[in-house]
């Protein structure tokens, strides 16, 4: 879609943010005013001063005049005027980006400038996130590094943050972005597995894997090898996932009927009915955004109960309206086992010993070219994600991933705040 202006694409979205209504519902000289944008954009876009706009809206339906036009087409038209969305205050370019792409889509047509939002950001828990993320982000070897935290009784996000060689990034793979989930998606393969009447005791074998019908897009048998080619024989289903076991995780998914896989990540919102491949256990996907990580995680931790992200609390206008954009507004119970989600929170408890102290369970994984890691205690969930410039070497322990950026943010938050940085 065509750039039309800033954080805009497309006549549908321009439209929704300059004069607040669909395209179907403006008038011709309203139209030509969309049309003018096309020359320059960032000249013509009324944000602030609407006067180069409606001068190059004026030209340009002096052109259609010019074409034979009917006139009455022209002349006849509403007193549409630009009132695009104005938000000042908010510190970070890219909360602005969301918001706006948020009230444009919210059904609420309120035909006023914005001039206030309210946020579920919690200030001291974003400021320890900024902290632990842009001094991750000064790693020579780190592109970027991004992570969200939830709060697991309202779904409010409660901070966000992104940063790139100690610089703020204006784009985060929070909101929109497409990441490798890694290993985290292993999680969503052991919830089939349970479900489907597997055990955590289920033995897997450990060893380089060679599918038997399953094939690559050459043709050629889908293969699996573990990370840092290491190989355990027999385990168990708990000890595969706790391992992030690669040739065990491509068995199961041998095993499992192929509409119970598919169920079990279709529920989370990962992908539509039908489109997961046994690749999916392994993270091989068309990517997750952090905020939707998080809050799968967060689904985990209420039992089953999968509850909307909420960033935005309200949204005040200019002409005195106010909307509110309303916590557990939409809640669904997506694992009814019980004793399939009482399983998998021992499991994934026992994979993170290394936050035993902090009573905080979740999953490592790896990416191409970087690490992620989604977890979850009682009362807040996570996703952090960090990208290297370079893949580092499977054996090298020293590198920093995600799992020593979550560890600094947990001591950040003792050292700093002298409290529990998970306790809000």
């Not at 970087?370 to 020293?398: M, Q």
Request: glycine fraction near 8%.
């Amino acid at each position: 879609m065509v750039y039309l202006g800033p954080g805009v694409r497309g006549f549908p979205a321009a439209a929704k943010l300059i004069y607040r209504r669909p395209v179907r519902k403006l008038d011709q000289m309203a139209k030509c005013g969309l049309v003018g944008l096309l020359r320059q954009p960032s000249l013509f876009f009324p944000n602030g001063n609407a006067s180069k706009y409606l001068h190059r809206q004026r030209f340009i339906a002096g052109l259609r005049k010019s074409n034979n036009t009917p006139a009455r087409e022209i002349n006849n038209a509403s007193n549409l005027t630009p009132k695009p969305i104005q938000i000042k205050g908010l510190k970070k370019a890219r909360w602005t980006n969301f918001v706006n792409a948020t009230v444009r889509s919210s059904p609420s047509d309120v035909g006023s400038h914005l001039v206030k939002v309210g946020l579920t950001i919690d200030h001291e828990l974003q400021c320890a996130l900024d902290s632990v993320l842009r001094e991750a982000s000064l790693d020579p070897n780190v592109t970027h590094v991004a992570g969200a935290i939830l709060s697991n009784l309202t779904g409010d996000l409660l901070s966000e943050s992104a940063w790139s060689s100690g610089q703020e990034w204006e784009f985060s793979p929070t909101f929109s972005g497409r990441i490798q989930p890694g290993s985290t998606y292993k999680t969503f393969a052991y919830l089939a597995a349970l479900e489907s009447g597997f055990t955590s005791e289920l033995q897997l074998e450990s060893y380089p894997f060679e599918s038997t019908f399953l094939k690559n897009n050459d043709g050629k048998s889908w293969k699996v090898r573990n990370y840092a080619e290491t190989y355990r024989g027999w385990i168990t289903l708990r000890e595969a996932l706790q391992q992030s076991d690669n040739t065990a995780f491509a068995r199961l998914s041998e095993i499992i009927d192929p509409c119970c896989l598919g169920s079990a990540y279709s529920r989370f919102g990962f992908c539509a009915p039908g489109q997961v491949t046994p690749a999916y256990v392994l993270g091989a996907s068309q990517g997750v955004s952090l905020l939707d990580l998080a809050s799968a995680y967060a689904t985990i931790a209420r039992n089953g109960v999968s509850i909307t992200p909420r960033f935005i609390r309200f949204a005040q206008y200019a002409d005195g309206s106010v909307q509110h954009f309303r916590s557990n507004q939409e809640s669904t119970i997506i694992i009814k086992d019980r004793f399939a989600v009482d399983e998998l929170r021992a499991a994934l408890r026992n994979s993170s010993g290394l936050f035993s102290s902090f009573k905080l369970s979740g999953k490592t994984g790896t990416t191409k070219n970087g690490s992620i890691f989604a977890g979850y205690n009682d009362r807040l969930s996570l996703s952090i994600w960090l990208n290297h410039k370079i893949t580092p070497e499977e054996t090298n322990v020293k590198s920093i991933t995600a799992i020593k950026t979550v560890e600094s943010l947990l001591a950040t938050g003792l050292l700093a705040y002298k409290k529990d940085i998970f306790s809000i």
